[in-house]
């Protein structure tokens, strides 16, 4: 029974991927390493499969980001500087209009083209706040697959690896969802199939053993009324010996062919079982995001367009934003920070970024009447519920 110790290298992740590290370096400066040995002695060993906790889901808690230089110190941490945004001129935003109704099935560019001049054109930004966290997440679970003669990598090979200690290439970060899964190294073993007893095969459900079961069209008396040929070859209606079951009452049992078993689903037929503790690893990007603005540009509209990013930072982990032209970008960003915390999972990276997008509130007169609409987005959208001309002379007689 081979004794299981921590692995001595663990994957570091961050700005520098990939690098290992002394495991046992690590765990003297850790307060984490408590719960990990207790969690280390569960994984598999002398107790095999048999001893599995089918109520425990394996989902391994990550070893807590090593004190390196990945994760940027808060005292001298520089947050990037805010980007200004451009504003509109006044034919910008009579175009952007213009351009709007064409996409409009029945609006009317009357209204539009007798826009001379703009009482008004008033600017303001929407700050669409976004934070997103990858993460990595590890659990293990009991595997079994036939035993066909295939290499069985035991604990004869040497120690079990703790399965944050495996090495894996890397994927691309801030991918929405990924998984992978493989065999631990030094886990498996053959056992004799516990489904089948190692006969190789199970008592076929279909006929409790049986082989054949009941004919249905003779109701088991094997003879029934039939039609058949008489030696002239002419048909006559009797009571003759039934012929799907061939005057037994029975038919064979089509799941088993008759022979009362069927191949264990388990092992294949091959009697035995490769047991095995299988990683899964899931990668999944969380988001959260926050828009303020004092336009009355339905925010869901606005965050969906183009806009500045006045403001990026991707680290292994983040502090929350303390320079925003808005307060309330700053409360989002410590709220969305404090939500993405994943107990059972370990943050690779973080990114957040604060993209900008000015809005022009622009005022006309129509009819001797104030009327407004909105100009949003590096692209120009036009959001103009109040637009006159909302409906030309063919949907009037329609
Ligand atoms: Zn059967
Ligand atoms: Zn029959
Ligand atoms: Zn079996």
Request: aromatic residues 8%; glycine residues 8%; contains cysteine.
């Amino acid at each position: 029974m081979a004794e299981l110790q921590p692995c001595p290298v663990l994957h570091v992740y961050g700005t520098r991927p990939n690098k290992i590290v002394d495991l046992r370096q690590y765990i003297r400066g850790n307060r984490r390493i408590g719960p990990i040995t207790r969690r280390l002695s569960r994984i598999p060993n002398a107790g095999g499969p048999d001893s599995v906790d089918k109520n425990d889901p394996g989902s391994l808690p990550p070893p807590m980001p090593p004190l390196s230089t990945s994760v940027p110190d808060k005292a001298t941490y520089k947050q990037p500087e805010m980007q200004e945004v451009p504003v509109i001129s006044h034919d910008r935003a009579k175009k952007a209009l213009l351009d709007h109704i064409e996409t409009q099935c029945c609006w009317g560019k009357g209204a539009a083209n007798k826009i001379t001049t703009f009482e008004n054109l008033e600017s303001s930004t929407t700050y669409h706040y976004t934070l997103e966290t990858f993460t990595e997440t590890r659990s293990t679970q009991w595997q079994m697959e036939p035993f066909r003669g295939q290499f069985i990598d035991g604990p004869e090979n040497g120690i079990p690896v703790h399965p944050w200690g495996i090495p894996l290439t890397s994927v691309e970060q801030f991918r929405d969802f990924e998984t992978r899964s493989m065999e631990v190294p030094h886990t498996a073993s053959v056992r004799p199939c516990h489904r089948c007893q190692a006969g190789g095969f199970l008592i076929c459900a279909g006929c409790e053993g049986r082989g054949r079961l009941y004919c249905g069209m003779c109701k088991g008396k094997g003879r029934r009324q039939q039609r058949v040929k008489d030696s002239q070859g002419v048909w006559r209606s009797g009571v003759h010996k039934c012929d799907v079951c061939d005057g037994s009452g029975k038919k064979p049992c089509s799941r088993c062919n008759g022979t009362a078993r069927v191949t264990c689903p388990s092992c294949q037929g091959q009697t035995r079982l490769k047991w095995y503790i299988q990683l899964l690893v899931t990668w999944k990007t969380y988001k959260g995001d926050h828009a303020v603005g004092k336009s009355n540009v339905p925010k869901v509209l606005v965050t969906r367009v183009p806009g500045t990013i006045a403001f990026e930072d991707v680290q292994p982990m983040l502090y929350p934003i303390t320079k925003s032209p808005d307060p309330e970008i700053m409360t989002a960003s410590a709220r969305l920070l404090a939500e993405q915390k994943f107990p059972h999972s370990l943050i690779l990276m973080q990114r957040h970024k604060i993209k900008v997008v000015p809005v022009t509130k622009c005022e006309y007169r129509h009819n001797n009447k104030l009327m407004s609409y909105y100009v949003y987005g590096l692209d120009c959208r036009v959001h103009a519920p109040d637009y006159p001309d909302q409906c030309c002379y063919g949907c009037e007689i329609m």
